[in-house]
């Protein structure tokens, strides 16, 4: 069982009809993808390229107009297959009139964790997602981060095997953000799988052991993070004081072993390391 | 299942009273029930129960059948447009205990608007009898008498009643697309029910002619749309001024509620095949 991937993707289509004429348009096109579990996966690509499309499809919620797909080995119609799932949809609205606390009882509930367990399993995932405070506010009150980290709580709280987050840090500041970072890094040393689309691609590098890239519906790049990045015949050395004169011998002494230096600039920091040392959190 | 069909239908029943929509629908009927109260002075005798139960009944009716077209299109196009559907659907959660949910929450505040409004037309009609009786002895007649009974059998049919037009909109609701879309059509819905009492006697009677076309599409009607307006026989049940043919609540109450098995297979069919 365990060895079957997480989510198995075959040559699936996906056309929309829109528009009164009904001219179709192709959301995901031939797309063939198997995600493995244990590991933390991110689906890129820009806007509109299908990511949401394809798991919206691969958990029951649209139907596929050809291939095939399976979610933990099972057919992703099947009650076991969903009751070991948690899912995130992008920008997410909840039940605006319950509190947050009520909001993740009643999803505790529906995943069928036991009556005895809802109060404890309540109360975990607010904490994992640092929600406890908030969560006798209602719902409708919460800020974008704040509505992110309920989902999450939400997703999370019947303790699934696969976790699903679509864009969980769109529209949240980089703490926010930084913070469902270490959630989802919390939630893979647990043993979860998780899912991730996210345009934050500092994030998805640092969080990622998997990556796919979309684009108009089609698979362009599949592969383990660092094996995608690396530029294998590329060095690059950091050196402080570094003089002219000494430049220029390390130069020459690169060349007699038919090495040359390609560029030599002075490494910035990014801009979110230098936000994130400047301000102290937000206020959620 | 039933456990989740219960949560569901209990967080849309939460929902709608906080939403206060019930509220302020609730507060507009009595506010015109108890405010026609004081027209009886224009004297309607010993008609006067007769006036006030209309009228009570008669708002009733139209209140709740706003209501019961609105609340359920309103809870389910909330929760597809704030794509909590998704979030929903994406659990173990079958479409059909969904929407067996949504009906069943919007069907829970119908029961208290029904109740609620019922228990008000009851005070009213118990208070204002000892005066009515009273006059109508004076004036050698038969005097009116209120049934408490009949009141809750009333209340039990409109309830009924108003389950049917809630499953009516939740079926147009998983065939339509918009919001509005889905008021219309079951507004009409709930109005050609209510005609088709018009059909039937159309049919029943031997002297109407009619061509084969035409009966074929009365007969449709009277098969498709359930007869609505037979359920308003509150007059008779509470006054009891002519009988009630024994057997007319429970009959009655069993057609509701096959139309409501019928209705509701309906729409969880249509459910499960659209997109959310
Ligand atoms: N329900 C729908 N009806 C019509 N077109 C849709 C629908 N959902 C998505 N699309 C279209 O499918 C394409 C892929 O959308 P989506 O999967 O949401 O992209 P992504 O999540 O990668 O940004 C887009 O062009 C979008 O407009
Ligand atoms: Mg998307």
């Known amino acids: 069982m365990t060895d079957k991937p997480a989510i198995s993707v075959q040559d699936l289509t996906k056309d929309f009809r829109v528009g009164l004429r009904g001219v179709k348009l192709r959301a995901v096109d031939h797309l063939t993808l198997s995600i493995p579990r244990g590991q933390v996966y991110g689906l890129l690509g820009p806007n509109g390229c299908g990511k949401s499309t394809t798991l919206k499809i691969v958990l029951g919620l649209v139907p596929a107009t050809s291939g095939s797909f399976t979610l933990l080995g099972h057919d992703s119609a099947s009650p076991e297959a969903r009751a070991r799932i948690g899912f995130l949809p992008e920008a997410p609205y909840f039940h605006r009139f319950l509190t947050g606390r009520e909001l993740v009882r009643y999803c505790a509930r529906l995943s069928g964790v036991a009556a005895d367990r809802v109060d404890a399993a309540t109360d975990e995932a607010l904490e994992l997602a ?42 949240v500041d980089p703490v926010g953000s930084a913070a469902i970072g270490k959630m989802i890094q919390a939630m893979r040393q647990r043993g979860k799988t998780i899912v991730l689309c996210s345009h934050l691609l500092g994030q998805v590098e640092q969080v990622c052991d998997r990556i796919a890239v979309m684009d108009r519906g089609r698979l362009v790049l599949e592969g383990h993070i660092d094996e995608v990045l690396a530029q294998r015949a590329v060095h690059q050395i950091s050196v402080e004081g570094l003089t002219p004169a000494a430049r220029q011998a390390a130069e020459e002494a690169l060349s007699r072993h038919g090495a040359h230096v390609l560029k030599v600039d002075h490494p910035r920091q990014t801009l979110e390391d230098l936000f994130r040392r400047l301000v102290t959190g937000s206020r959620d | 299942m039933f456990s989740r069909i219960f949560w569901i239908a209990r967080v849309t029943f939460l929902e709608a009273l906080r939403q206060r929509f019930l509220a302020f ?59 909590t559907a998704l979030t929903l659907l994406a659990k173990p959660v079958g479409r059909g205990e969904f929407l067996l949910g949504k009906f069943f929450g919007s069907w829970a505040v119908l029961g ?50 108003l389950g049917i037009i809630v499953s009516v909109a939740l079926l147009v609701g998983s065939l339509a697309q918009t919001f509005l879309y889905t008021v219309v059509v079951g507004s009409m819905a709930v109005l050609a029910s209510q005609l088709v009492w018009i059909a039937q006697d159309t049919l029943a009677n031997p002297e109407a002619v009619l061509s084969t076309v035409m009966r074929g599409a009365l007969w449709l009607t009277t098969r498709i749309f359930p007869n609505l307006q037979g359920y308003n026989i509150g007059e008779t049940l509470v006054l009891g001024q002519s009988t009630v043919l024994p057997g007319t609540v429970s009959s009655l109450s069993l057609s509701a509620a096959v139309y409501l098995v019928v209705i509701l297979f309906l729409a969880c069919t249509a459910f499960r095949r659209r997109e959310i």
């Open chain 2, 112 to 161: 208290v608007f029904t109740f609620a409004l019922t228990a008000l037309i009851g005070i009213i009609l118990l208070v204002r009898e000892p005066d009515v009786v009273a006059r109508a002895m004076a004036l050698q007649v038969v005097p009116p008498e209120v049934s408490v009974l009949g009141l809750f059998e009333h209340a039990l049919l409109q309830w009924l009643r």
């Open chain 1, 130 to 171: 640092s929600m406890t405070e908030a969560g006798n506010r209602r719902v409708g009150t919460y800020s974008k981060g704040m509505l992110q980290r309920i989902g999450l709580a939400q997703a999370v709280v019947h303790d699934p095997e696969l976790i699903v987050l679509d864009e969980p840090t769109a529209g």
């Open chain 2, 25 to 83: 629908l609730l507060l507009l009927a009595a506010a015109f029930i108890l405010g026609s109260v004081p027209l009886r002075s224009i004297d309607f005798g010993h008609g006067e129960l007769k006036f006030l139960a209309d009228l009570g009944f008669g708002a009733l009716f139209l209140f709740g059948s706003i209501l019961a077209v609105v609340l359920p299109s309103q809870l389910l196009y909330g929760e597809i447009d704030n794509r």
